[in-house]
Nanobody
Framework: HVQLVESGGGWVQAGGSLTLSCAAS?????MAWFRQAPGKEREGVAY???????KYSDSVLGRFVINKDNAKNTLYLTMNNLKLEDTAMYYC?????????????????WGQGTQVTVS
């Protein structure tokens, strides 16, 4: 039974920082963070694989950093210089289904999400 459990969300002032974690029940070669704001579609934010290839959306490039600790089966997202528009539910995803963009929401496993609110 695969589990992805996010944590670390909360309230933060604009310009502040927050680090999200996603604990997985096993190792995955590729994982990603997505987010969804009220009334908007789910958006891919950051991707990483075990080769340490990373991909970011234009909206977070230069501000967010994705990392993966294989020994702990944990994915991280460090978010710096947070903006009001970063407010969303953030989801961890694992195991891409196929080709196409790594930030396309085509993953086999998803967490329940953790809320980030920037004010």
């Amino acid at each position: 039974h695969v589990q992805l459990v996010e944590s670390g969300g909360g309230w933060v002032q604009a310009g502040g920082s927050l680090t999200l974690s996603c604990a997985a029940s096993r190792d995955f070669d590729n994982m990603a963070w997505f987010r969804q704001a009220p009334g908007k579609e789910r958006e891919g934010v950051a991707y990483i694989n075990n080769a340490r290839f990373r991909k970011y959306s234009d909206s977070v490039l230069g501000r967010f950093v994705i990392n993966k600790d294989n020994a702990k089966n944990t994915l991280y997202l460090t978010m710096n210089n947070l903006k009001l528009e970063d407010t969303a539910m953030y989801y961890c995803a694992a195991d891409r289904r196929g080709g196409g963009s790594a930030l396309r929401d085509d993953y086999n496993f998803w967490g329940q999400g953790t809320q980030v609110t920037v004010s």
